[in-house]
């Protein structure tokens, strides 16, 4: 079975940084596109960024700002966020797919907060 399981949220300071990182579990995920998103309160969930080994596109909202990567070691995948502004509060999740109508798996997400 797929899972996927996020951390690394919490409460930063506008201009900070955060390492969100999302476990896979029960499958491989090399071959698959795996996508961040998140969503913030009284929003629709909003595409962040689509991750393979081979590329890596993110929404304009991030680009610039955000990276996400991975350590196949672990089967863990990272979204880094620099910059952080309050307008990137949200719950962020990980999901294989990047395609928010034919994601395979959602992971629980994870609560960034960025004040100021």
């Known amino acids: 079975e797929m899972q996927l399981v996020e951390s690394g949220g919490g409460l930063v300071q506008a201009g900070g940084s955060l390492r969100l990182s999302c476990a896979a579990s029960g499958f491989d995920y090399d071959g698959y596109a795996i996508g961040w998103f998140r969503q913030a309160p009284g929003k629709e969930r909003e595409w962040v960024a689509c991750?393979?080994?081979?590329?890596?596109d993110y929404s304009l909202s991030v680009k610039g700002r955000f990276a996400a990567s991975s350590n196949r070691g672990i089967n863990t995948l990272y979204l880094t966020m620099n910059s952080l502004k309050p307008e990137d509060t949200a719950v962020y999740y990980c999901a294989v797919g990047c395609n928010s109508v034919a994601v395979l798996t959602w992971g629980r997400g994870t609560q960034v907060t960025v004040s100021g």
């Open positions: 991750f393979d080994e081979s590329n890596t």
